[in-house]
């Protein structure tokens, strides 16, 4: 069928196919003319967008779409003549669609064949795609301005498309149509915001999909530029403005689609984090959460969770704690059933505390930060006072890791990317890197290999030379960086660090920072041989990050940079104080603690009273004290001093060390501890020679500040054991006056006599005639069904949830379970009394083997039993007749419910009856009382 169409298309000259149209013109309407170039033009585009030919059959194609243009341009006179006046959008928006579709087919893209095949299709049939691209020009432009704006923003896309081709002639006549369209649009609303944001969506999914290159950037540029310079409608200045934000956008889209296929995620999360900078730069929102959630999928596949934290946290950022509608650029893919704006900031907060509490994460203290703000709402803003309990909770959990739960800090490391070899992104730029969880320098070298592994490192950390700069390789230069703790006084949480515990000092030295240092070593002429203390210098060097770690990203670009000179005795000095502040903190630490581990306060001591390091002061000695020195560089007397106080400031840390050692080394230890306290005798007594001069007692040094600390840091543990013990004594005497309010509960209610325990054990004068008695356990929800025979001789044993009554026969105790009651809380207290209290039934088990079983006052010895009281009688008895009243015929538990705390009632006194005594004949038994059925009715 194709193939007819194209031989009757072939056999029309341009008169033929001019008469054929005519035809159609009968309709003073041109209804017919208006179908038939709608349905032509479609089937042409169906034609380009899918080939009916096999792929191989190159010739046929060819020829296909050169007999397929030539019709265009007979339809070209037609639209044009036919449906401007009056003006038909539909045929002019389908002839520029299809032309499109005809130049953008994949059988015409010239750049893709083999340099033969090319030269022979430009032999023959030439560049078809400029002749289409000269179509559509010409259409364009002769319509009259506001004709053309009736196509803007509607056609920016399909003109991108054609754009993009990678033909510089066809790009050349298809980007001023663009300014064009600005120009339409201008005139028409005063802005070409519409076109911009069209054309910059458009962009995006076009490059990410492969299309557009650098070629396509540069001629943008250029003639774009070009063409608003020459601008005289007042476009010059925002045009120019909106190809500079093009052209940037399309420098980071080119840099992303570059390494989006790399199996490492590391430069496309540089990449990403460039567009959201250049997005929130230039207020592209939509843009901007496109790529946030790309980085955020990205850092969950890494399982950088605290980082994937902060992601979501530059969400949340945007929104309010209102009711209103999410604007559709702030919707969430993760949460698009949440509509209004406090709803989606909720769910991203939980979501962020849920990523900063993750194990791999344990950034406890940016989740409580979170936690407070949603405390806050809660409790001022939203009164959902049901939520407060849950999150205070948590809060109270994530404190309680904080001071219990060991973190390792990060390593830092400033890693330089030089080289042309290496991306645009990272070429002659300087980044500090967040190591991972005890990741040393090779580790992290070797890792920064493997993502590199045509890269070079550059073992030493002097400043690249040009040629490096320029060179056509991949240089990197890696070294440990030493992150400087955030001081700033307008912090209130860092005013008080200085009395902060150590597991939270530490984390703040290596967190919450944005600020590092590293030296450069080395050793100025002329170089001492025989100490190089006194020529060691250093090139001290302090980098500032774009932000804080921890981030949005596991590593920042540098913005600043600065470096100073450290004099010998200066380097001396810094030493000195950092040893000194490792001693301080191994004290507090052990202050604070007692089960602090003994290993590193052990290694530090032995690496300070070491000879080795001795030596280390010594040559500090002879490097500065000595008297040449002092006449070489009078200017570092102030210096010299402030070397020997922190020498000697050394005293009373060490004394308190080998104290805190003494006391809690372990007999493998003792050894090493009496060599220590032997080097510290020396130490002394070398101190006492050298520094005696200045006026100090040296075994008398004390170091008030740290005694201070000391203190306060004892006081703070004591109390906190004195808190622990009230805690535990309020436990224990809360149970105890349970106890006691139990018992005298029971003590009451004997007057109300509420239930009643009967054993009987026979009538009469002989007492070893065996009697029966069956009695009635009433409860609520539960009938007892208990069957006594014999009398009970030896004692009642209150177990758990049990009674043994233990005599000459055992008891035999069924229990028949049903609903409990409403007063469960009550039955139990006293289960726990009666639990407590089991002598209660003693007194009368010894008064019957006395012969004294409960006399009633007249001489007679019959066995009354023995009573217990219970509050909780009236309840179940209660209980029991409104069960009677419903007459609820459930079925019994199968799990037997615990047995009633309070025995059960004696039934009615008989009468007495005198009768004979007959040794043959034994009294009469009371009438027995049918058992309860399973609703606890006679």
């Known amino acids: 069928m194709v193939a007819i169409l194209m031989s009757l298309l072939r056999q029309m000259p341009p008169g033929l196919f001019s008469k054929f149209i005519y035809t159609f013109k009968a309709d003073s309407t041109k209804t017919e003319l208006f179908k038939f170039v709608n349905d032509a033009l479609v089937v042409f585009k169906n034609l380009f967008s899918q080939c009916f030919f096999p792929a191989v059959w190159s010739e046929m194609i060819l020829l296909e779409n050169n007999i397929l243009l030539a019709a265009l341009e007979q339809f070209t006179e037609t639209v044009k003549n036919d449906f401007v006046d009056p003006f038909e959008q539909i045929p002019w928006n389908n002839f520029f669609q299809c032309t499109v579709a005809f130049l953008t087919q994949e059988s015409l893209q010239l750049e893709s064949f083999s340099i033969v095949k090319r030269a022979r299709v430009l032999s023959e049939y030439g560049d078809m795609r400029l002749r289409a691209a000269e179509l559509i020009r010409q259409m364009w432009f002769s319509l009259g301005e506001r004709k053309r704006i009736q196509f803007v923003p509607g056609m920016v896309g399909t003109f991108l498309d054609m754009a993009l081709v990678p033909e510089p002639t066809l790009r050349r006549v298809a980007i001023p149509i663009f300014f064009d369209m600005m120009r339409c649009d201008f005139a028409q609303n005063s802005s070409f915001q519409q076109v911009e944001d069209e054309l910059i969506n458009r962009l995006v999914e076009s490059i990410e999909s492969g299309k557009g290159d650098t070629g396509f950037r540069d001629i943008f540029h250029e003639t774009m530029v070009s063409s608003c310079e020459n601008d005289h409608m007042g476009l010059r200045d925002s045009g120019l403005r909106m190809v500079d934000t093009v052209t940037k956008l399309l420098d980071h889209l080119l840099d992303y689609r570059e390494v989006i296929d790399e199996v490492d995620s590391g430069s496309r999360m540089t990449c990403i984090v460039n567009l959201l900078d250049f997005s929130m730069e230039v207020g592209r929102k939509e843009l901007y959460l496109r790529y946030l959630y790309k980085l955020h999928d990205l850092h969950v596949l890494s399982q950088n969770f605290t980082e994937a934290g902060f992601t979501l946290k530059l969400h949340s950022r945007q929104l309010e704690w209102t009711e209103d509608e999410v604007p559709h650029y702030l919707r969430s893919p993760k949460y698009p059933q949440l509509l209004t704006q ?291 560089e009078p200017e570092d007397a102030g210096h010299i001093l402030t070397m020997k106080k922190l020498i000697l400031a050394q005293v009373p840390l060490i004394g308190e060390c080998l104290r805190i050692h003494r006391e809690k080394a372990p007999d493998s230890l003792k050894p090493l501890h009496q060599k220590l306290e032997e080097r510290y005798d020396a130490f002394l007594n070398h101190l006492d020679e050298a520094y005696g001069d200045l006026g100090f007692n040296v075994r008398d040094m004390k170091d008030e500040d740290l005694q201070r600390d000391m203190e306060r840091l004892q006081k703070k543990r004591l109390a906190l054991n004195k808190k622990e013990e009230r805690q535990k004594a309020h436990v224990i005497t809360r149970n105890s006056d349970g106890m006691r309010s139990s018992n005298v509960g029971l003590s009451r209610s004997k007057s109300s006599f509420s239930s009643t325990l009967s054993v009987y054990s026979g009538f009469g004068q002989n007492k070893n005639t065996t009697t029966k008695s069956m009695a009635s356990i009433p409860r609520s929800g539960i009938g007892h069904r208990r069957s006594t025979q014999g009398s009970f001789d030896e004692g009642v044993i209150g177990t758990g949830r049990n009674l043994f009554l233990l005599g000459s026969s055992m008891n035999k105790l069924t229990s028949i379970a049903g609903e409990e009651n409403e007063t469960s809380s009550s039955r139990n207290s006293s289960i726990s009394s009666l639990q407590a209290n089991p002598n209660r039934f003693s007194f009368a088990l010894e008064n019957r083997k006395s012969g004294q079983w409960m006399n009633n006052g007249n001489g007679d010895a019959r066995n009354s039993g023995i009573s217990i009281s219970s509050t909780t009688e009236t309840s179940s008895r209660n209980s029991m007749e409104s069960r009677e009243e419903l007459g609820d015929d459930e079925p019994p538990s199968l799990i037997p419910p615990p047995l009633p705390s309070i025995p059960p009632p004696l039934p009615p006194k008989q009468k007495e009856t005198t009768l004979p005594p007959d040794d043959h004949n034994p009294p009469a038994l009371p009438p027995k009382k049918p058992p309860l059925n399973m609703e606890g009715r006679a």
């Open 342 to 632: 406090v709803e989606l900031k909720e769910a991203l907060y939980k979501d962020i505390i849920q990523y900063f509490d993750d194990e791999a994460a344990k950034s406890w203290e940016c989740a409580i930060d979170v936690c407070d703000e949603l405390r806050q709402q809660y409790a001022e803003e939203l009164f959902s006072y049901s939520q407060l309990p849950e999150i205070l909770k948590h809060m109270a959990n994530l404190y309680e890791k904080i001071l219990k739960s060991v973190r390792f800090e990060p390593g830092y490391f400033r890693v330089g990317f030089f080289g042309k070899a290496f991306p645009s992104f990272l070429q002659d730029k300087i980044f500090v890197y967040r190591g991972r969880r005890s990741e040393k320098l090779n580790d992290f070298e070797t890792r920064m290999l493997e993502r590199f592994p045509h890269a070079e490192l550059l073992r030493s950390l002097n400043k690249p030379s040009l040629e490096q700069r320029n060179s056509n390789a991949q240089l990197l230069q890696i070294c440990n960086v030493d992150p400087v703790m955030n001081l700033d006084g307008n912090n209130k949480r860092m005013s008080g660090m200085k009395y902060a515990e150590e597991s939270i000092r530490r984390y703040y030295r290596s967190n919450d920072v944005n600020k590092f240092i590293f030296s450069r070593p080395y050793h100025k002429e002329p170089k001492d041989p025989k100490n190089e203390f006194a020529s060691l210098w250093l090139d001290r060097y302090t980098l500032w990050t774009a932000s804080s770690f921890p981030g949005n990203m596991c590593w920042f670009p540098v913005i600043k940079e600065s470096s100073i000179q450290v004099k010998p005795i200066l380097f001396g000095i810094e030493t000195l104080t950092e040893a000194n502040e490792k001693l301080r903190t191994l004290v507090l630490a052990h202050s604070s603690n007692p089960n602090e581990d003994l290993g590193s306060l052990s290694l530090k001591l032995n690496g300070v009273l070491d000879p080795a390091v001795m030596g280390g002061i010594s040559n500090y000695e002879k490097a500065f004290f000595s008297p040449e020195y002092i006449e070489k």
